[in-house]
């Protein structure tokens, strides 16, 4: 049956080699395994490839348009590696650490590590160190990481040294080389010939390390803090990865965070509100006297400044919110309530005030 390259990749047949070539790219990104974990992806993008192959060779696409093609006459291509590394590269690169289509050469560098630190209300607004113990890959002390007993390497005899073996591909339109990564070494180029004991060759070993960790003055809740080189070690002497430490607070009994301020409520009761104190108040770092001024209202809020948690940047403090909440009494003795109905009478105004204003609603809801 034949197959319709330019409906493979979206495109007319008219269209130019810039525009084929973003076709593919998007179609590339759309269909990646990375991206797009369905099981039929695998599949697109070796569609997508040959397509790509074709289109973007002068000559194969003039005998494609000219002739038509059959799944026979364009077997070779069907799902081979081999194409469109350097396009493949310049897609994912950047995303996933490589080609993956590409030969792999070298050592691997160090898989990052995430940990999660749970700390005190007070520790992220101060900052502290916390040390935390981690089961990683560690580079192997007794070989230095080399893998090798004396330390010396020798060019992998099945690829001479290349990390590379090739392979051949007949196809209508001549021999087609593709390159695999060296089974053997692979794709290191050396091979050990006398292994580490310690580590049996790998340069690397599981086991158990303490790591202390820095944590910010002011960090908040959910912050992740990047510990450099504290990932596992890479192979043969390739750069560690980095370790992510997600920060999570502990909430306070008395305090609140929002963003750099601090909220605090704090009960009074209904003669320190009317008649004024001064009240002694807990701040993050110590007790501080404030004063109540005469007829104080709940909810009322005050605002102690630079007694909150510090920016990050290094540059001042957010302020503490003091919200008084102004306490009725539950339980009054005979001679507290004979003082409250004199003061009652003695409010003969504001009575009459509130008697108005509940007779309004009283109303409304008899209507």
Request: glycine content about 12%; charged content about 30%.
């Amino acid at each position: 049956m034949t197959k319709d390259y330019y409906d493979t990749l979206g495109i007319n047949k008219d269209s130019s080699k810039e525009e084929i070539k973003k076709a593919y790219k998007k179609l590339a990104k759309k269909y990646h395994p990375d991206l797009n974990p369905d099981s039929g992806s695998s599949e697109k993008i070796k569609e997508i490839n040959e397509a790509y192959s074709v289109l973007s060779d002068d000559n194969k696409r003039s005998n494609y348009d000219r002739f038509g093609s059959s799944d026979e006459q364009f077997s070779g291509f069907q799902g081979q590696q081999g194409f469109n590394e350097d396009i493949f590269s310049d897609i994912f690169g950047s995303f996933f650490g490589g080609n993956p289509y590409a030969r792999q050469r070298g050592p691997k560098g160090g898989s990052d590590l995430k940990y999660e630190l749970n700390i005190e209300f007070k520790e992220a607004a101060f900052g502290t160190k916390k040390k935390i113990s981690i089961n990683k890959l560690n580079k192997c002390d007794e070989c230095n990481g080399t893998g090798s007993e004396d330390g010396k390497q020798a060019n992998c005899g099945t690829c001479h040294g290349s990390g590379q073996v090739g392979r051949q591909f007949r196809t209508p339109f001549g021999i087609v080389q593709h390159a695999t990564t060296c089974p053997k070494c692979s794709g290191k180029g050396k091979i050990i010939e006398n292994k580490c004991d310690e580590c049996n060759g790998h340069g690397r070993k599981k086991e158990n390390k303490t790591i202390t960790v820095t944590i910010p003055a002011g960090v908040d809740n959910g912050s992740t803090l990047r510990v450099l080189n504290e990932g596992e070690s890479g192979e043969q002497g390739a750069p560690s990865g980095h370790l992510y430490v997600e920060i999570h607070v502990r909430p306070h009994k008395l305090f609140e965070r929002d963003g750099n301020d601090v909220l605090l409520d704090y009960p009074i009761s209904f003669p320190q509100a009317a008649l004024g104190d001064e009240i002694k108040v807990p701040t993050l770092e110590n007790d501080i006297k404030m004063k109540i001024p005469p007829g104080t209202q709940t909810h009322t809020i005050f605002r102690l400044r630079g007694k909150g948690f510090p920016y990050l940047d290094g540059y001042g403090n957010g302020d503490q919110m003091v919200r008084i909440i102004v306490k009725t009494p539950t339980k009054l003795s005979s001679k507290q309530k004979e003082n409250l109905e004199k003061f009652a009478k003695d409010s003969k105004e504001e009575l009459k005030i509130e008697k108005g204003f509940f007779g309004k609603v009283k109303d409304v809801l008899m209507d």
